[in-house]
């Protein structure tokens, strides 16, 4: 898909998404902040197509409630630490927006001070904290290299709820 292609569909997709938040067109003139007529911005979960897919599953199946960034990812791509109320879309494996969400929490910790709770609502595997650990420390192993992980590694640990569809 061209990349004007993607960005039609995620206009047209927030038209949407903001029609059922029942956000209007206009309401930007009449009192709305600025950010409400533009879209939010866009990310896929993982790094690769089929893990996107995956984990966008367990979002939609709503089994999947939070999810994990490393603090030196966020750096790394310019980008800030998510704020309670943000909205972003969610595209999946092939860049097509499939989701709108909101984010209801946001705590950073060492990766080792990461709880149970939170690894369950992940949703991922068997939702155990083992897991988490085991599944996440490969995770950041391969997309930061074995010399930027250890247990001090922080972790933005964002909790969201599905808005649209």
């Given amino acids: ?15 949407a998404a903001r029609g059922h938040l029942g956000l209007g067109s206009l309401d930007v003139v009449v009192g709305m902040q600025a950010e409400d007529a533009v879209a939010p911005p866009t990310w896929s979960f993982g790094d690769n ?7 966008l599953g367990l979002v939609l199946a709503g089994r999947k409630t939070g999810t994990a960034t490393s603090m030196v990812e966020l750096e790394d791509a310019g980008e800030p630490v ?11 494996g092939d860049g097509e927006p499939r989701a709108l969400l909101r984010t209801t929490q946001v705590e950073v910790a ?10 369950f ?12 650990r085991t599944e996440h ?6 997309v930061l290299g074995d010399d ?18």
């Fill in 1 to 15: 898909m061209s990349t004007e292609d993607q960005d039609q569909r995620i206009a047209q997709f927030w038209d």
């Fill in 49 to 55: 197509a089929a893990l996107a897919d995956e984990l």
């Fill in 82 to 92: 998510p704020r309670v109320g943000d909205l972003s879309i969610v595209l999946d």
């Fill in 110 to 119: 060492p990766f080792g001070e990461v709880g149970a709770d939170f690894a």
């Fill in 121 to 132: 609502a992940e949703g991922e595997d068997d939702r155990s904290l083992a897991s988490w």
């Fill in 137 to 142: 420390e490969r995770y950041w192993r391969r």
């Fill in 148 to 165: 930027r992980f250890s247990t001090d590694l922080l972790v933005v640990q964002e909790r969201f709820e599905v808005v649209y569809p």
